[in-house]
């Protein structure tokens, strides 16, 4: 699946990158192909269309006076019909009118390569994070360990999120989306968008380079990179690096500092995927009931943030965090050059993977457990949990490009996405006679343990600092 998921990598990389070509300097291409000089762009000779981002003039429009520059979010359109819409602005009826007629003329051209490329690139790269996320987890989940004297360190642990989390998972989501839409709304100064950028860029490096370590890792038919000599060990935390670690941590800020510098959509990818891959390695649910809470939770918050919130707050939600933050929070397919020369993606928030890759991953464990407990189980049931409801995700995920491509409005793929998968997966139990099975499985938190132990070797550490004697005592 990992060389499935490099040749599907690089095949799109290569498409976005056959999607690009120059444009003549203080050139702009308009819709039917022409070019013109830019500082020659008039909407009124353009269906009123406003100034494009690459245009001096771009935000603003010019006041009835025929003099004065506005910013077009200083008039007030909520009762259009009282308001003059002057030449320019987003929202002069002529434009609007010109845009319903352009969706028109795109209704015809669903399965053409400019809307089926970036559909594709979705369900593909989207399929293959969960597919690969939940395979590592099940593998470090069940493989037994090396029969040697290393072996304890073979072990990575796991979380498993239980009920209270599963309640508490949209409240924070929408505490954090909430203030992301003030501070771009309201504040929305460039060193603000700058600390926030650095800070999810810092935290993707981060799993970037934790991810190539593990895939070495991986490679050499273990959980970690014991299998390599330690350089040294990081005190008080007791990490073991290796020159695997350096090497793939040079590689992961290397391509953090260059995301900082230029945005590039392939290393937002890069880093997008590598954070979904860690979710899903290392985060789990404890029951399906946890999972299911906390699917139903994350349903209702998908779509009354980018359904509902418009009528309450003036603006949708989602949608203004989803495209004003400049940071690897979701993934970017490319679709298309606009006349500026500057590529237009599709997006998929990552926790339209995660979320489901988590649930999906559970059923993989649940299959382990259900196979292991019955003799000379049939392959085709092996993976049977796992399998039906990857299915439903993939269709829950084509289900979600049609609509939107129908309607031409961004959706809540959650909305799909949570139907599918859990009507498949309770629907299949229901029909195998296994429901009191799969809600009675548990997954313990290793990851739970494994910080209380550090937890009381630093109260320990603490302790021998303050009362060496007392411990030296203890010790002895």
């Known amino acids: 699946f990992f060389i499935d998921f490099q040749v599907a990598v690089c095949v799109f990389v290569y498409i976005g990158f056959s999607l690009q070509y120059e444009l003549a300097q203080g050139m702009y291409e308009l819709r039917n192909g022409d070019l013109i000089k830019l500082e020659d762009f008039n909407p009124v000779d353009h269906r009123m269309q406003p100034y494009p981002h690459c245009h001096e003039r771009h935000g603003q429009h010019l006041a009835n006076d025929g003099k004065t520059w506005l910013q077009n979010d200083e008039i007030n359109v909520d009762d259009i019909e009282k308001v003059d819409i002057p030449v320019g602005h987003p929202e002069h009826p002529d434009w609007v009118e010109a845009i319903e007629e352009i969706i028109k003329e795109n209704d015809g051209n669903v399965w053409s390569w400019e809307v089926f490329q970036p559909s594709l690139h979705t369900l593909v790269l989207a399929t293959l994070c969960v597919l690969i996320g939940c395979k590592h987890a099940v593998w470090m989940y069940v493989r037994p360990y090396e029969d040697d004297e290393d072996a304890h360190t073979e072990e990575v642990p796991q979380s498993a999120l239980k009920d209270e989390d599963a309640y508490m998972f949209p409240i924070m989501g929408s505490c954090v989306l909430f203030g992301l839409f003030l501070i771009y709304k309201y504040l929305g100064t460039d060193w603000i968008k700058f600390f926030i950028t650095g800070y999810i860029a810092l935290m993707s490096t981060n799993g970037l380079g934790m991810n190539m370590s593990q895939y070495v890792g991986l490679r050499s038919g273990r959980r970690d990179l014991s299998k390599f000599s330690t350089l040294f060990t990081i005190p008080y935390f007791d990490v073991k690096v290796t020159y695997v670690d350096i090497v793939a941590y040079v590689i992961a800020i290397s391509l953090g500092v260059q995301y900082m510098l230029t945005k590039n959509w392939i290393i937002n990818n890069l880093m997008g995927i590598s954070f979904c891959l860690l979710g899903l390695k290392h985060i789990g649910l404890s029951s399906y009931r946890t999972g299911a809470i906390l699917l139903l939770g994350l349903f209702v918050y998908d779509v009354f943030w980018v359904f509902g919130s418009k009528s309450v ?122 429901v009191s099975q799969l809600l009675e499985f548990k997954v313990e938190d290793t990851l739970l343990e494994e910080v209380i132990e550090e937890e009381e070797s630093i109260v320990e550490w603490v302790k021998g600092l303050i009362w060496p004697s007392e411990t030296k005592k203890k010790a002895e």
């Not at 298309?336 to 926790?351: A, V």
């Not at 289900?399 to 996405?417: C, G, K, S």
């Open 313 to 434: 707050f003036g603006s949708n939600v989602m949608v203004t965090v989803a495209t004003g933050v400049e940071a690897p929070i979701k993934l970017m397919f490319p679709r298309k050059q606009d006349g500026c020369g500057k590529l237009q993606f599709s997006m998929l928030g990552l926790g339209d993977i995660v979320v489901p890759g988590i649930f999906i991953g559970f059923l993989a464990k649940f299959d382990v457990k259900r196979s292991s407990s019955v003799e000379n189980a049939p392959s085709k049931d092996k993976y049977l949990y796992f399998n039906v409801t990857m299915v439903a995700y993939v269709l829950s995920l084509v289900t979600t490009i049609m609509v939107m491509l129908v309607f031409h409005h961004a959706q809540p793929a959650l909305l799909y996405i949570v139907p599918y998968i859990l009507i498949a997966s309770f629907g299949l139990a229901v029909y195998k006679g296994e």
